[in-house]
């Protein structure tokens, strides 16, 4: 039953990580994992990087408190969380979710539970530089109503 | 005392990240805070009381009525966008 939460600006390993959730666990038929990357295109505009501000005093403790949910909501076993900030670039890694459990089904969804709700509540805040032409420009990413109500749908 | 922070977008528009209060007024709430910092900034006030602005107490997420007592540390920011 163990939890791992990391928020660094170091990249981290899928393999790695993997391995902290599967090492010496017969326990547990299911693992899923969700990594989150900087993608080329967002809203429209032409992306080259970007940069994660966070506040550090919170992030932690908020990234507990969503994965005890999870682990009310699910039988799970380990956890495993890990966010990343300051410059990023495409391509780079930002966000890793695994989960293990004794059957997929929880396992899935305690794995999307954890992402919807680290993506409307965890403290982070992604400025990106946008590409136009040979122009660059930084901006504040607005947050998604989408987002909102994927969030919703779990409570 | 009291430590109050701002992040990402409302930090830049407001030109700081951090404000220590000495001495506020017994029996502040969140909004009375708010109240106060506009008071000593009129600049911030359509950004401070911007309808998505959320506020925390103690790195928790709180809303305008809660009560404050020294040593409190209040962020104020805007809808997060990590994931």
Redesign the interface.
Known sequence: MDTFIRVSVEDFSIADEVDKLTNANVDDGAMVTFT?RVRKRNDGHDVTGLF????P??TN??LADICQQARAKWQLNRIVVI?RVGQLYLGDN??FVGVTSEHRGDAFAAAEFI?DY??????????ETRANGDSRTDE????KASDQEKAAHWS | MLTV?F???LRERLGTDKLIIETPAESWTVADLTKHLVGQYPEWQKSLLAS?IIT?VN???ADKAQALKSGD?I?Y???????
């Open positions: 989150g994660l501000e966070h506040y005093a919170m403790k908020l966010h930002i966000v992402m680290l993506k409307v509540s965890a403290p982070f805040w992604k400025k504040w990413v607005e947050a | 922070l992040f990402a977008q998505n925390a790195q928790q997420v540390e962020a920011f805007p809808p997060v966008t990590g994931g």
